[in-house]
């Protein structure tokens, strides 16, 4: 078990930091050398174009702090997430790595986009079980690559979700049930029909895919700290989990490009569903029953990925919990921010985190939150609601 010290938040959230003393040696599950290759490709694919980091400087002002930065994965390749450097670059791989074995000869990205590989490709299918964001990534990696693609998602998925992944050229197949269902229903069928499954979470005997998924989101924190220009690192970090795959990476990334000099880490999760701190205080990975009842879709995992955890449990700083009140009012600061960040209910949790523990002077303390902190956030995901709604923006 590591020594933590918890700290209650109020509403259900805390705060549990890891008190183990300095970090142990990081687990090196995707080191910079292995996402060297993941960011160089995705930076020749033709949408590409870094994301902006923001500095917020009022709220800044407002939280008593000396910088906020926000890095804002809205506008990534347009599809409004983060995802696309993770699913579509993995489908991509996938891709690759078939045609390599088949042609016995190298294969670079730009021969598939090209249509090269037509024929070969045509009648292969890509699927994954997904409530937004994924499939869209993934669905965008199988149309460049001139792949099919299968998207199965549960019945709670609303219909303009569905309707993104389908407008990528995906087949979206509605399951009865939950999203495990969902999850268990893309198995089978991809099983039984030989179709290529790529998810975002790892387990025994899969973990290629999502090796390259985390690879792929390394690209994220690259590009801040080439935005940073030499200017002071940030002193810390805030970033949201679900299955922990982007944490993981990201954390494992600061390690091993920046060693001792790295930002401290913390973790954010839903309070309906914190399975790393759960796992945290247990000392061994844990599954969080559900219902995972959030508006925050994207962190709604009762388990997290067997890669993420040890990764986490080593790098992280902290693990805190939040609820979907705080995620609510973070969206509303970032709407109203100079200049203003569109942020749905997950991509704002990272802020809500930040919220939860400036509303305790003791938690501030701990981590040495302060008017000297440089905080990073990143909005992981734009808000769908303000742009099919634009007057709720302004509010
Ligand atoms: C917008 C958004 N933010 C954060 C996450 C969490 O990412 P992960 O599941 O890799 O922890 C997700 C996951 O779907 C998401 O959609």
Redesign the pocket.
Same mark, same amino acid.
């Given at each position: 078990m590591f020594e933590n010290a918890t700290i209650d938040l109020g509403h259900g959230a805390r705060l549990v930091r890891n008190v183990s003393g300095p970090c142990q040696e990081p687990e090196r599950i995707i080191g910079a050398d292995q996402g060297a290759d993941a960011r160089m490709q995705i930076r020749t694919w033709p949408s590409y174009e870094p994301t902006q980091l923001r500095s917020l400087t009022d709220l800044a002002n407002q939280l008593g702090i000396a910088q906020l930065l926000v890095k804002d994965e809205g506008s990534r390749m347009g599809l409004g #997430?983060f995802?696309s450097v993770g699913g579509a670059y993995a489908v991509v791989e996938l891709v690759r790595r078939y045609l390599e074995a088949l042609t016995q000869r190298v294969v670079n990205t730009a021969e598939i986009f090209s249509g090269e590989f037509r024929n070969l490709l045509a009648d292969k299918v890509i699927v994954s079980a997904t409530a937004?964001?994924?499939g869209k990534a993934v669905a965008f990696g199988a149309r460049m690559c001139g792949c099919q693609c299968r998207i199965f998602v549960h019945g709670g998925v609303t219909d303009d979700r569905v309707q993104a992944i389908e407008a990528l050229g995906a087949d979206v197949i509605v399951v009865e049930g939950s999203y495990d269902d969902s999850v268990r229903e893309a198995a089978e069928q991809a099983l039984r029909h030989d179709w290529w499954v790529v998810a975002?979470t790892a387990y025994d005997g899969y973990t290629k895919v999502p090796v390259d998924i985390m690879r792929g989101y390394t690209l994220i924190m690259d590009e801040v700290i080439e935005q940073l220009k030499g200017e002071a690192l940030p002193t810390h970090i805030l970033v949201? +989990? /679900?299955? /922990?795959?982007? &944490?993981a990476a990201l954390c494992a990334f600061l390690q091993a490009r920046l060693g001792e000099d790295r930002p401290r880490f913390i973790v954010v999760e839903s309070v309906k569903a914190a399975c790393l701190q759960e796992s945290f205080l247990c000392g061994h990975s844990t599954i969080v029953s559900g219902p995972h009842a959030t508006s925050m879709l !994207?962190?709604a &995992?009762g388990e997290a990925s067997a890669l993420a955890w040890p990764a986490l449990r080593t790098g992280a700083t902290a693990f805190v919990t939040i609820t979907d009140g705080d995620s609510a009012q973070a969206r509303h600061l970032l709407a109203i921010a100079h200049p203003p960040v569109s942020s !749905?209910p #997950? !991509?704002a949790a990272g802020l809500a985190g930040l919220l939860r523990i400036l509303s305790s002077e003791t938690a501030s303390q701990s981590l040495n939150i302060n008017q000297h902190s440089r905080i990073l956030v990143i909005s +992981?995901?734009e808000d769908v609601e303000a742009l099919a709604q634009p007057s709720k923006t302004a509010g």
């Open positions: #997430s995802k937004g964001n994924h975002d949201q +989990t /679900g299955v /922990g795959s982007l &944490a !994207g962190l &995992a !749905g #997950s !991509g +992981t995901e």
